[in-house]
């Protein structure tokens, strides 16, 4: 039998976890990440990768404390992804430094009034019909296009750079069968497997297992915090495509079609989200790619889809339950009894939820130990990949 002690031990290996664990890391605390599958996680590896700054939010006029939140997260993640911020991320792939918003001839002129207003000005700049992104530069498209300056990344490089910058701290585990988990103060956690057994002492327990939270909670004998999913159906297309990153906007607040790009060169696989996504939870696969090709028909008519490849991906967002099922403003981290569980609501927050988890262990006085402890021996989770490379196309 192996035995470890760490400051604290993380349960969950998507954007929440990864993240965590490799600030923990950087302040000098000793820390281990446990996955069952794979490290990039469930709905990470299935988001679109935007690092939100809350334009989509202020689309509805209202600017409250939690948009100003949100507003920070562009800064601090183009920091790290320079180098210069709280993590080193310049190993991770930018798709696009900025996306772009466009609007059907019927808004337009609605909608460059309302960016034209003082709380949007500084967020959206209006494009010139020669910088408009190829997929919006046919002569036949009517509409206003802005520019939002809030970057996507590649997430499957994002995951990989975490893994890389926090090797041998990820362990893999068989849940439930192999892991045992006494909370309290002072927590354990026993893993066993084809490894052995392995013993952890830690100060805290961190769950970060996204929709996994719920079975944790349960297997420590905990009502509360109560979690939500909120469904999507998200639909892949994939063809001789141009890049897009681009939220088309209707009559409603909510982007009526989200395009974000995941190919190399003319290939690409556009992963289509917004009101498609939303309202299609009720659909059929095949029901969900007729709407798609509805939509794609009637918003980009001048795109040549015919021999186009398609696939769906029914996904959960998984957070902190809300009256109402509303989506939750801000990240949640909750603690109680040594164990903190958080839901981060989106992958721009990962900074802030990261910032709370070690607010939370200063308040406790769990003070950094001073570094990694020696990673013990014991099996890696792999990488995940991502919902277009393990689809299966129509
Ligand atoms: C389709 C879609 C698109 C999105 N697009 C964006 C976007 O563009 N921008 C944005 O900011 N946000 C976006 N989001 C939201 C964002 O993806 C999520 O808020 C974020 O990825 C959640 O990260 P997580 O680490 O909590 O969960 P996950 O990524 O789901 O990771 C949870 C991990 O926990 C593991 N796990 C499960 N059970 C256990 C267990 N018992 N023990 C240990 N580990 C366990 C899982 O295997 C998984 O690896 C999107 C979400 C979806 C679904």
């Known amino acids: ?37 794979g490290l990039g996680g469930v709905q990470t590896l299935a988001s679109q990768g935007i690092i939100h700054g809350g334009t989509k939010y202020a689309l509805t006029g209202h600017l409250t404390d939690a948009a100003q939140a949100i507003a920070a997260m562009p800064g601090r993640w183009r920091a790290a992804l320079a180098g210069g911020g709280e993590l080193d991320l310049r190993g991770v792939r930018i798709r696009a430094d900025h996306q772009f918003l466009w609007s059907t001839a019927g808004v337009a002129s609605r909608l460059a009034g309302f960016f034209a207003g003082k709380a949007m000005r500084s967020r959206v700049t209006p494009v010139a019909e020669a910088q408009r992104p190829q997929a919006l530069a046919d002569p036949a498209f009517r509409g206003a296009v802005y520019r939002l300056d809030e970057p996507v990344l590649d997430v499957p490089s994002l995951t990989a750079e975490l893994d890389r910058q926090t090797g041998g701290a990820a362990l893999r585990i068989a849940f439930p069968d192999g892991v045992r988990i006494r909370a309290g103060e002072r927590p354990r956690v026993a893993l066993s497997g084809e490894a052995g057994v392995l013993e ?86 095949a029901d969900q ?62 900074p802030l939820l990261a910032d709370r988890v070690i607010e939370a262990l200063q308040r406790a006085g769990i003070a950094p130990s001073g570094g990694r402890t020696p990673a013990p021996d014991w099996p890696a989770p792999p990488l995940a990949r991502p919902p277009w490379e393990i689809c299966r196309w129509n």
């Open 1 to 37: 039998m192996q035995r470890q002690e760490a400051d604290v031990v993380i349960f969950g290996g998507g954007i929440a976890g990864l993240w965590l664990l490799a600030r923990l890391l950087r302040e000098g605390y000793s820390a281990l990440l446990l996955e069952p599958r």
């Open 200 to 285: 952890i002492d830690t100060h805290r327990l961190v769950l970060a297992a996204g929709a996994g939270n719920a079975a944790l909670l349960e297997h420590l004998g905990r009502a509360m915090p109560k979690m939500q999913r909120r469904p999507l159906h998200m639909v892949m297309v994939r063809g001789t495509l141009p890049a897009l990153y681009a939220h088309c906007l209707g009559a409603s607040a909510n982007p009526r079609l989200t395009v974000t790009s995941h190919g190399e060169g003319a290939a690409q696989v556009w992963w289509l989200g917004g009101d498609l996504a939303e309202r299609g939870v009720a659909r059929s696969g």
């Open 289 to 350: 790619i007729t709407a798609a090709r509805q939509v794609l028909a009637e918003l980009l008519p001048w795109l040549d889809l015919a021999d186009a490849e398609w696939a769906t991906l029914r996904v959960d967002r998984a957070e902190a339950a809300q009256p109402g099922g509303r989506r939750p403003d801000l990240p949640t981290v909750d603690e109680a009894e040594g164990v903190i569980t958080v839901w981060p609501t989106k992958l721009a927050f990962a």
